[in-house]
């Protein structure tokens, strides 16, 4: 039996651009991207929904796909105030 793949693309909020998608497969979650600096609150809670339980979050793999500051965003205010392990 093949391991179920969900992918979720989280709402980053309405300023333009940005990403943030969470990707769990194998017992792996994989968060790409951050969306904006400041959408913490937004991504927080979307992943509270998304793995069932409060930060911090078992994060197996963050990737940034470009050095932008529409992708990387909250990701270092989530990793320092330790929302993301």
């Not at 990707?23 to 937004?42: E, F, V």
């Amino acid at each position: 039996m093949a391991n179920p793949v969900s992918l979720h693309v989280l709402d980053v909020g309405s300023e333009i651009y940005g990403d943030s998608i969470v990707l769990r497969s194998g017992g792996k979650t994989i968060l790409i991207d951050g969306a904006h600096p400041g959408d913490g609150d937004l991504i927080t809670g979307q992943l509270k929904d998304i793995l069932g339980g409060d930060s911090p979050f078992d994060i197996d793999v963050l990737i940034v796909t470009h050095y932008h500051r529409d992708h990387i965003g909250c990701l270092p205010a989530l990793i320092d105030e330790g929302h993301c392990g």
